[in-house]
């Protein structure tokens, strides 16, 4: 009887730890954009264009101690656009997309204050999707385009 137990609960025990111990079968995804601040606006405006080719990095450090424990890296394909996936959970972790790299000559300068953007890489937080969405980081242009002007007009504010 007591052989009967032990073998009953290895039967439940068994494939409950085998699925516990298996990596996630949805990768989590993370997605974002890379752009050239054509404006030196210091955000996104109409006129900005998107890089193909930019590079970026994702890291994950320990909250207490700063140890760099997760880093990947992609590059942008022709819409400016960058996805990671990642199979680890990374819960109790501090996560950034950072920039790395620009294949724009005269946009390579990361914009102060864009050049980073905190993810979160756990399923344990209510996020239902398997994306996680990095707020789009860009470069400078070394110089304005010439059009700018009427473009920041827009954002000016009025006295009524």
């Given at each position: ?39 030196r ?5 109409p ?40 199979s ?42 398997d ?30």
């Amino acid at each position: 009887m007591a052989r009967l137990s032990v073998l009953l609960a290895l039967c439940c025990l068994l494939p409950a730890i085998a699925v516990a111990a298996r990596p996630a079968r949805n990768p989590l995804t993370v997605t974002g954009k890379v752009y050239c601040d054509t404006c030196r606006a210091g955000f996104e405006t109409p006129a900005s264009t998107y890089i193909a080719g930019a590079k970026v990095k994702v890291e994950c450090k320990d909250r207490t101690s700063m140890k760099l424990l997760y880093s990947q890296e992609a590059t942008t394909d022709s819409t400016g656009t960058y996805k990671l996936f990642v199979s680890e959970d990374h819960q109790d972790q501090l996560c950034d997309a950072m920039l790395l790299s620009s294949p724009q000559l005269n946009c390579q300068k990361p914009a102060a204050g864009r050049d980073r953007a905190r993810v979160i890489l756990t399923r344990y937080n209510g996020i239902v999707s398997d994306t996680r969405y990095a707020n789009n980081m860009g470069f400078e242009m070394d110089q304005p385009l010439a059009g700018c002007t009427q473009v920041l007009q827009q954002y000016q504010d009025f006295d009524v």
